[in-house]
């Protein structure tokens, strides 16, 4: 894979993007691992910090970063728009032949980072995945939950998807500008990317403990995940609400069969109980139907309107052109 040649600052062999938001404790760390090793590489590089509209001090910090680091680019969404839409930002503007992508909680260590791009360059690899073997520094109910959540993709959008493959990952040129091509929307990439069907490899490592500050997925943004993946990437809901609405009249077929024997042999007793048990039942059924029929129309609500999903307040390389 050749570098991008660009006539302000010459060629980037390696774009290493880096969604932040809220990070005002862990910047200091991530610069203090992630730039040797990337000194290390002996490849012109740049690092893209995406400022997700972060509201401590992360951004001063990132601007003290960058007055001694001369490869840190910093690009500032004008408002919070996810960690997904950050990133979006950031491989959209990247201009190395080799782009990665890592968050800045150094869970997934840079250190890494020569092997991936060892491997994609050895074996000829359009994408690199980061697999995680070993998440015993995570909490009992978060590996649970992402166990769950693996297990349900890969059987809802296909096995063509890495099982414990977050968003760590390598992606060859060719690959990202294929991403560019597709329509502003917001993206869900571990599952995006497995499915354009990119030569792809892995490599296995220990996930740590966040080094500092708070986790930017609590368990409402990992239910939000969770719900963009099915639903953007499987009609199985769909077919699941049909599939009820069917069981749902057999067992009203069943109901007023059962009704009518009742009532022909003369044992009928008006029953409160039952009507209320029943109506609940059929009602509970109609509304769910409703809601997963809900989800696909607020997607397609969505991306009629044609919002960007971010909007770039700054990008430090602008500055230099």
């Not at 009928?268 to 809900?294: E, R, Y």
């Not at 997607?299 to 052109?321: F, K, M, N, S, W």
Request: aromatic fraction near 8%.
């Amino acid at each position: 894979m050749t570098a991008v040649y660009d006539t302000h600052r010459g060629p980037v062999v390696l774009s290493i993007v880096v969604p932040v938001f809220n990070e005002e404790e862990v910047l200091p760390l991530l610069a203090a691992r992630l730039r040797p090793v990337l000194d290390g590489c002996g490849e012109p590089y740049e690092v893209l910090a995406v400022d997700d509209g972060s509201t401590d001090r992360t951004k001063p910090l990132l601007e003290d970063l960058r007055g001694a680091w001369p490869q840190l680019r910093i690009v500032t969404l004008r408002r919070n728009s996810g960690h997904q839409a950050a990133l979006t930002a950031g491989l959209h503007r990247a201009r190395g032949g080799y782009v990665i992508s890592i968050d800045a909680d150094l869970q997934d260590p840079p250190e890494i980072i020569p092997d991936m791009l060892a491997l994609a360059r050895a074996d000829g690899l359009d994408i690199v995945y980061g697999v995680r073997v070993d998440r015993s520094t995570d909490t009992g109910f978060k590996r649970r939950t992402a166990a769950v959540y693996y297990w349900l993709m890969r059987r809802l959008a296909g096995t063509f998807v890495p099982a414990h493959a977050g968003d760590f990952r390598l992606l060859s040129r060719p690959v990202v500008d294929t991403l560019k091509t597709l329509p502003d929307q917001q993206q869900v990439y571990r599952l995006l990317i497995p499915w354009l069907g990119f030569p792809s490899g892995q490599i296995t490592y220990q996930r740590g403990e966040r080094v500092a500050g708070t986790t930017k997925y609590p368990l409402r943004k990992m239910i939000l995940l969770a719900s963009d993946s099915i639903t953007g990437f499987s009609a199985v809901p769909l077919r699941l609400a049909t599939a009820i609405g069917a069981v749902s009249l057999v067992v009203c077929l069943a109901f007023l069969v059962w009704t009518l024997i009742v009532h022909a042999t003369g044992s009928s007793l008006p029953g409160w109980t039952s009507l209320i048990t029943t109506v609940l039942f059929f009602g509970a059924v109609q509304l769910f139907c409703l809601g997963m029929l809900g989800e696909y129309v607020a997607r397609i609500y969505t991306a009629v309107q044609g919002r960007p999903t971010y909007c770039v307040a700054r990008d430090t390389d602008d500055e230099l052109r």
